[in-house]
């Protein structure tokens, strides 16, 4: 188990040569994750991807990963990434505009209700 401090470290640090290698010859792992999961890539590609590169540098860090298969730790890794990112744009406030139909109003927009 890596700390806070080790972990950040990790995350700022580029890839090695044989990380980069090897990042780049099992890529098709996030290309694979996103078609399965039915996420388009222009969206969802940065969040996965960033993922899948620390996992990388897990792997290589961290000995003991390498009993697990290196497919099953970014698949998890960036199956996480994505319930954080969908956590995060939940949280977000809601645009409405005031001209729109409001639900519950039989189609009045809602400024027809913050005005009476």
Not at 19 to 43: C, G, Q, R, T, Y
Not at 66 to 90: D, G, I, P, W
Request: aromatic share 12%; net charge positive; hydrophobic share 40%.
């Amino acid at each position: 188990m890596l700390s806070f401090e080790k972990l950040k470290a990790l995350r700022e640090r580029k890839l090695t040569t044989e990380e980069a290698d090897f990042s780049e010859e099992h890529l098709s792992i996030v290309w694979w994750f996103l078609n399965e999961k039915k996420l388009p890539a222009d969206d969802w590609f940065d969040v996965v991807v960033l993922r899948y590169l620390l996992t990388v540098k897990r792997w290589f860090t961290l000995p003991e990963l390498q009993r697990y298969s290196f497919t099953t730790l970014a698949v998890s890794a960036m199956k996480s990434a994505v319930n954080t990112e969908r956590r995060k744009q939940n949280r977000r406030p809601q645009t409405i505009s005031l001209d729109a139909p409001y639900k519950g109003t039989y189609g009045d927009p809602l400024v027809e209700c913050l005005a009476g």
